[in-house]
């Protein structure tokens, strides 16, 4: 857990407004995302953090009728602009969901999809990497015996991991994660939380999450979001156990939402 000093921006959002035709679902959001730090967006259910995740990835523009406002960069280049392709952004971004979504593909195939993609071809070089990957998303001794088996005979737990592991095999500079744990069993949630935990040194990771003790045990940084707005954003330790806004004490306490 990190102390009084912010680690650099990689994402930096000021004064981003966001709208759904006249509904307005960003107002005026001010947020860092850090390098190698877990930062952890909570809030109550239509206040935003979907949003806001889908905007850091330019997922968000492909909704009909959305106009954005405001400046959001990433690496100190606005990305709201023309000026980072968004396949080159992409290349950079994963993204994990709620439902875990592996490809009707192999578990092989599914970690040497990207990495295919970005021009790996020689085969010792992809069993390197789709081993690599499936280590650091804890899988590896589950699957190793049936790499070549679809992904589709795999629980939902290890569906989610895979799913970890195919953003990990493009050696992604962030990764967002949008309620990642919501449709799995403890025994899987606690997994994918050790995960988070043992690639947070070498990723940067911004997850939505309704789970308090989920974002209090895994997160660097709490950004409280409600309807619309960031209420309070501090270390997760402040939010959980000091905050300063009486409507994150409320929330974090279970009094609404
Ligand atoms: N595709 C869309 N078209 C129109 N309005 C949308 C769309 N997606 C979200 N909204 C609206 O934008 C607001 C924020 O939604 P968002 O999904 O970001 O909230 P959330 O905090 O992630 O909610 P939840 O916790 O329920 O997933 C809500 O009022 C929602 O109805």
């Keep these: 857990m990190k102390n009084t000093k912010w680690n650099k921006p990689v994402y930096e959002t000021n004064g981003l407004n966001l709208w759904y035709g006249s509904t307005h679902a960003l107002k005026n959001i001010e947020l860092s995302i850090n390098e190698k730090e877990v930062t952890a967006i909570i809030g109550p259910s239509g206040c935003g953090k979907s949003t806001y995740l889908k905007t850091l990835n330019r997922m968000v523009e492909l909704v009909p009728d959305v106009s954005i406002s405001g400046n959001l960069t990433f690496k100190g280049k606005n990305i709201l602009g023309k000026s980072v392709p968004v396949e080159l952004l992409r290349s950079k971004v994963g993204m994990v969901f709620q439902k875990p979504n592996p490809f009707p593909k192999s578990i092989y195939e599914n970690v040497a999809f990207g990495p295919k993609i970005h021009g790996i071809r020689n085969k010792a070089m992809l069993d390197m990497v789709v081993e690599d990957s499936l280590r650091k998303a804890a899988l590896w001794d589950e699957v190793k015996d049936r790499l070549h088996s679809s992904a589709y005979g795999l629980s939902g737990g290890q569906q989610q991991r895979l799913c970890i592991a195919r953003c990990l095999a493009v050696d992604p500079e962030v990764i967002l994660m949008d309620e990642p744990t919501s449709a799995l069993d403890p025994v ?17 990771i911004a997850i939505v999450t309704h789970n308090m003790q989920q974002a209090s045990r895994i997160s660097d940084r709490t950004a409280f979001f409600l309807n619309g707005e960031i209420i309070e954003v501090d270390r997760t330790s402040v939010i959980f156990s000091n905050p300063t806004d009486p409507l994150t004490e409320d929330y974090i306490n279970g009094r609404f939402g």
Excluded: W
Excluded at 188 to 204: C, F, P, R
């Design 188 to 204: 899987s949630t606690h997994k994918v939380e050790e995960l988070i935990d043992s690639i947070k040194n070498d990723v940067t």
